[in-house]
């Protein structure tokens, strides 16, 4: 006996189809006007349920890596600074140096699109399978004195050692604590020839050492960064700086 629309729905949900049962009556409905025979219908049916399952796992990924936005290379609007290093970008959204295990910096001041651009890559990671971790270096400061206390830190420190890339975004833009050195050492060296990761910060590497206070600990450290590592430095015009000018004259000539 045949099933109806209403049953088969509730059987595909019981089977966790729930991609087949999104589209059930729109493929039927096509198959009766005659726009498609039983298997093109049927090859449909299955396809979204992969583009169902797909996007799920995507989402599932893109919620475990941390990241707060979608930011997109494709929303970058290069030519309003041209002094930004856009092949070297560009050449980072390939994803080889996660597959080499290479690191990248990228330095400059406030608003030049660090952030941006360091997120874009991540979130090209997540959509092309990798598995991303996203901190702001703050609170990866702050996740290992959570865990330390709570006597938790091994399960952190495998956790962060088994990301494929690791971006630590904004180092230096708030006052790190004393520990801050060691604890980023330890971090990039269980992850160096390993893993790849990038870091974000508005600070010249020659300042690292003397804001991390401890130039035994930092200084082999950047060199083990760049020796497989990519310096991007970003320089000239803020966007922020753009994006307020802008808020403030929409403002003035809604008055």
Do not use: C
Request: aromatic letters at 6%.
């Amino acid at each position: 006996m045949a099933m109806s629309i209403t049953e088969l729905e509730r059987a595909l949900r019981s089977l966790r189809l729930s991609g087949m049962r999104a589209t059930l009556e729109s493929r039927a409905l096509q198959v009766a006007s005659h726009e498609m025979d039983f298997i093109e219908a049927f090859s449909w049916l299955v396809q979204d349920e992969l583009d169902r399952r797909r996007s799920r796992l995507l989402d599932r990924r893109y919620l475990l890596s941390g990241l707060t936005e979608r930011k997109a290379l494709k929303d970058f609007d290069w030519s309003y600074n041209p002094r930004l290093p856009k092949r070297d970008v560009l050449e980072l959204a390939t994803l080889k140096f996660i597959d080499t295990h290479e690191d990248a910096l990228l330095i400059g001041p406030p608003g030049t699109g660090k952030s941006h651009a360091a997120k874009a890559l991540a979130l090209l990671a997540v959509n092309r399978g990798y598995k991303v971790l996203y901190r702001e270096a703050h609170q990866l400061i702050e996740d290992i004195s959570e865990a330390r206390e709570l006597g938790a830190l091994r399960k952190l420190r495998a956790q962060l050692r088994s990301a494929d890339l690791l971006l630590i975004d904004d180092l230096f833009l708030r006052k790190l604590p004393a520990t801050a050195g060691d604890e980023l050492a330890d971090v990039l060296m269980s992850r160096y020839e390993k893993a790849a990761t990038v870091i974000t910060s508005n600070r010249p590497l020659e300042d690292w050492p003397k804001l991390l206070g401890d130039v035994v600990v930092v200084t082999p450290l950047l060199d083990r960064l760049m020796h497989h590592g990519h310096l991007l430095k970003f320089e000239g015009k803020s966007w922020r700086l753009k994006e307020a000018a802008s808020r403030i004259a929409k403002h003035a000539s809604a008055h």
